[in-house]
């Protein structure tokens, strides 16, 4: 089993920045690959990053790309993403997950597994 829990989320104005935090447990958390998601109201949840299990690769969603910094800190089971230059399309609920299956860029969410609860991140105009 893999407890995962999301925070940093919160309201910003368009142009801000976040950082959020997932913190893993339950499972050897250093040697998995890890992804964030997020899911706007109405619409599907949709990939924004992911990271190797060592952080030596990364990879992001066009949307974000040069605005979203994902990272890892193996030491303290934690997986992290830098939000900056915030835009009102970037509402949604964050969440973070553990790759289970398919390739080293994979960027479906059934490729991944043990969902957090989600961080809340909203950008006012």
């Known amino acids: 089993q893999v407890q995962l829990v999301e925070s940093g989320g919160g309201l910003v104005q368009a142009g801000g920045s976040l950082r959020l935090s997932c913190a893993a447990s339950?499972?050897?958390?250093?040697?998995?690959?890890m992804g964030w998601f997020r899911q706007a109201p109405g619409k599907e949840r949709e990939f924004v990053a992911g990271?190797?299990?060592?952080?030596?690769?990364?990879y992001y969603a066009d949307s974000v790309k040069g605005r979203v910094t994902i990272s890892r800190d193996n030491a303290k089971n934690t997986v992290y993403l830098q939000l900056n230059s915030l835009k009102p399309e970037d509402t949604a609920i964050y969440y973070c997950?553990?790759?289970?299956?398919?390739?080293?860029?994979?960027?479906?969410?059934?490729?991944?597994?043990?969902w957090g609860q989600g961080t809340q991140v909203t950008v006012s105009s």
């Open positions: 339950g499972r050897t958390f250093s040697s998995s690959a």
């Open positions: 990271i190797s299990w060592s952080g030596g690769t990364t």
């Open positions: 997950s553990v790759k289970l299956t398919g390739s080293a860029s994979a960027t479906k969410s059934y490729n991944y597994g043990y």
